[in-house]
């Protein structure tokens, strides 16, 4: 059992399972129909993705592991998702917001992770990537009608992607896993990659007349198992009913 593989995935899944907890808790509250609807898709997709990677974790790990024992029975600390995935769906704009900046990571991802040694993981990526290019288009079509029209939704555009952007250089900081992957053939390297993220969406963000952050101290930790405050109130309500009753299944 290669633990740095494990936690490599762990980390990748479990970006996915905390947005589509988030997004989750939107269901019903959609300013539009239509776009509630597609909210509780893509929130669809990302646990779908999810559970096709905790079953490979699980499968590594044996002893009786499952994907639900992964998902819902660990404590905080071991979770690995990124800071920016747990932060709060303050308003509409800071639900797009958060979901455009992870979109745009995450196709780079999955691109890259397509071409993995790893042939399951690869497989995993080539399976999800038409998802996720749907989720940035969503994602990027919303920033670009956000702040190219009125004034108040310019303005709380723009106030989300200021807060938010703080969380988005950790997704380019590597762990110990994601270095030890990256020498196997099996991870991506994201020194190649990060640059080309911040072009994409400062691009976007110019064509929806918003300014793009600058910021010289940024937040991390979510990666090492360091969270915020946010996400213990996430995990009460992932877990409660698996801890409430044990062995329930998805």
Known sequence: MDNNLIQYILGIADNSLILGQRLGELCG?????????????????????????YQYVAQMQGEGATEDT???????????????VEQPNTD????????FLFDVYHLALLQELQHSQDTQLAAIAVKSIKEVLYHTRFSSDWIKRLGDGTPESHARIQSAINDLWIYTDELFQPTEAETAMLAQGIGVDWSKLKSTYY??????LAEATLNTPNVVYFQKGGKHGIHSEHMGFILTGLQYMQRAYPNMQW
């Open 92 to 99: 509409f704009g800071y639900v797009i917001a958060r979901q």
């Open 29 to 53: 509250h959609g300013p539009s129909l239509e776009t509630d609807i597609a909210l509780t898709n893509i929130s669809l997709d990302l646990l779908g993705q999810t559970r096709s990677y």
């Open 70 to 84: 992964i998902a819902f029975l660990r404590l905080e600390r071991e979770y690995k998702n990124a800071l920016l």
């Open 199 to 204: 072009q994409q969406v400062g691009a976007v």
